[in-house]
């Protein structure tokens, strides 16, 4: 050592001490894990074999569905089969309906255009894509929105009666792509068939004693005096009710015998991968009760239950539309953070920032008083110029006929940690890697249809700028 280096360097160094040190190790971190507040906030019905069946009321009358249609553009189209979704036309041959689908007419509209005036012809109108809103004029001539519709959404089936109603002021909201029917065209089609009309103005009225659900209520009597005819009745159910098996996330953990032999200290391997592949697994298992196709929330969303916000960002005005259709004791808003922070800023523009929270220790933002509880589950689809998601309204409990968890808890070789997670030990190959088999099993139901609603169409990269 150099006089210069030796008078430099006045005290072991700290690189040089790490080699006689021992070192604090964290467990290793995994970001991708979330809170998963939607599986905190379900409450959870255990099963016996794997499968629950959900009993209904009968519905005699199905509600209106959206129309399938096929989107490209000025070349829009449906199919005859899918014309169905019409209440008017659900009774209709399949030759007429194929017919009629090839005489609609294509019709393309800009942003704030009036598409019909409330005096023309009437209409029948599809959306293919964008959104139009229906107008009307109150008593007091001011005007007001009767309906938002967006994609597969239908308005004026009143046009296929005999004495067809005029069609309200359509205007549309963002640039639309239209199917369209006029009542002179449907003449056309039904010169020669008269019983035609009749069939379809008497299909799209819903027989008395049926509910905005399809449901037939009982039939009742009050108010009355004396000795009269009390009517008799019954309650029908479901003759074939939907039943909702277990989703099951799945895999195989490894790990080589040398590893869990002499690496071990200070963290146990193989403990250490069990908890970070469970981590991912109940990451997947929330995500799959939300956007399983078979079941999860989504999938299960009555159509009735969905609207589209009117301009995409999510304002107050659309989380109080979906609180009128989830009206029955709502329990929380299910939302990705982006949209959170989306609806604040909404909120905040118009000067009405929405109030705090605490539960499981945690703030949430709330609408009316019902929490908005974030979740990464959700996707925004940020294709393109716009990021869009989506928002649920949840009523929850079974007592409540509301959304409710599913799970078999113990099952054989059950993580006491987790339940129905199975862990079953596979054995050692010949390359003395060891195997674990994980299954996690749950899903989610729906008991009654008006227990969620979704509001689609959100847009959440929308910003102010404030003064």
């Given at each position: 050592?150099?006089e210069?280096?030796?008078?430099t ?5 700290t690189?040089a001490?790490?080699l006689l040190?021992?070192t ?12 998963r507040?939607l599986?905190?906030?379900l409450?959870?019905?255990?099963l016996e ?5 959900i ?5 005699t009358?199905p509600?209106?569905?959206?129309v399938?249609?096929v989107d ?12 169905r ?5 659900q009774?209709?041959?399949?030759d007429?309906l194929?017919?009629?689908?090839d005489?609609?007419s ?8 009036q598409?019909?005036?409330g005096?023309g012809?009437?209409r029948?109108v599809i ?5 139009i ?6 008593p ?9 519709l967006?994609p ?6 009143e046009?296929?009666d005999?004495?067809?109603?005029p069609t309200p002021?359509?205007?549309a ?6 199917l369209?029917m006029?009542r002179?065209?449907?003449?056309s ?5 008269a019983d035609l009309?009749v ?12 509910n ?5 209520v009982?039939?009742?009597q009050?108010g009355?005096?004396g ?5 008799r009745t ?7 009710p ?6 099951l ?10 590893v869990?032999d002499?690496?071990n ?7 250490q ?5 469970v981590e991912?697994?109940?990451?997947r ?8 196709p078979?079941?999860g929330?989504?999938?299960?969303v009555?159509?009735s239950?969905?609207i589209p916000t009117r301009?995409?960002?999510p304002?107050?005005d659309d989380?109080d539309e ?14 990705h ?13 118009r000067?009405?920032p929405?109030?705090?929270v605490q539960l499981h ?5 709330t ?6 509880v974030?979740?990464?589950?959700l ?7 716009s990021?869009?998601t989506?928002?649920?309204?949840l009523?929850v409990?079974e007592?409540?006929q509301g959304?409710i ?7 054989p070789?059950?993580?006491?940690r987790?339940?129905?997670?199975s862990i079953?030990?596979m054995g050692?190959?010949q390359q003395?890697?060891?195997?674990y088999l ?12 008006d ?11 929308r ?5």
């Amino acid at each position: 050592m150099t006089e210069q280096a030796h008078l430099t360097q006045q005290s072991l160094s700290t690189e040089a001490a790490r080699l006689l040190a021992n070192t604090t190790k964290s467990a290793p971190q995994y970001i991708g894990s979330s809170p998963r507040w939607l599986v905190q906030f379900l409450p959870w019905r255990a099963l016996e074999a794997g499968t629950f069946r959900i009993n209904r009321l009968r519905v005699t009358a199905p509600p209106a569905r959206l129309v399938p249609v096929v989107d490209q553009g000025a070349e829009s189209s449906v199919t005859g089969s899918a014309l169905r979704s019409v209440p008017a036309l659900q009774y209709v041959a399949e030759d007429f309906l194929a017919t009629m689908a090839d005489a609609l007419s294509v019709e393309q509209h800009s942003a704030g255009e009036q598409i019909h005036d409330g005096t023309g012809e009437p209409r029948l109108v599809i959306v293919v894509s964008g959104k139009i809103e229906a107008l009307d004029r109150d008593p007091h001539g001011i005007s007001v929105r009767r309906a938002l519709l967006g994609p597969g959404s239908h308005l004026g089936q009143e046009t296929l009666d005999v004495e067809p109603a005029p069609t309200p002021v359509i205007r549309a909201v963002t640039p639309v792509t239209l199917l369209v029917m006029t009542r002179s065209r449907w003449e056309s089609l039904t010169a020669d068939r008269a019983d035609l009309r009749v069939a379809c103005e008497v299909a799209r009225q819903p027989p008395p004693g049926v509910n905005d659900f399809g449901e037939r209520v009982p039939d009742l009597q009050s108010g009355h005096e004396g000795e009269v005819d009390v009517p008799r009745t019954f309650v029908d159910y479901d003759h074939a009710p939907r039943e909702i098996g277990l989703n099951l996330v799945q895999t195989v953990l490894q790990m080589h015998t040398r590893v869990t032999d002499i690496y071990n200290s200070p963290h146990d391997q193989l403990d250490q991968q069990m908890r970070l592949t469970v981590e991912g697994m109940r990451e997947r298992q929330e995500w799959d009760l939300i956007n399983d196709p078979q079941t999860g929330l989504l999938g299960q969303v009555a159509e009735s239950m969905r609207i589209p916000t009117r301009l995409g960002a999510p304002t107050p005005d659309d989380f109080d539309e979906m609180l009128s259709l989830v009206w029955k004791e709502p329990a929380f808003f299910l939302a990705h953070p982006r949209a959170i922070a989306a609806f604040g800023r909404e909120c905040t523009r118009r000067g009405v920032p929405p109030p705090t929270v605490q539960l499981h220790g945690s703030p949430f933002l709330t609408w009316r008083g019902v929490p908005i509880v974030p979740t990464d589950k959700l996707a925004v689809d940020a294709r393109g110029a716009s990021h869009r998601t989506q928002v649920l309204l949840l009523r929850v409990g079974e007592e409540r006929q509301g959304v409710i968890g599913l799970h078999q808890p113990g099952l054989p070789g059950e993580d006491p940690r987790v339940p129905s997670m199975s862990i079953h030990p596979m054995g050692i190959n010949q390359q003395a890697v060891g195997s674990y088999l994980l299954s996690l099993y749950s899903s989610v139901a729906v008991m009654a249809d008006d227990a969620v609603a979704v509001l689609t169409d959100v847009e959440v990269a929308r910003y102010h700028d404030y003064d």
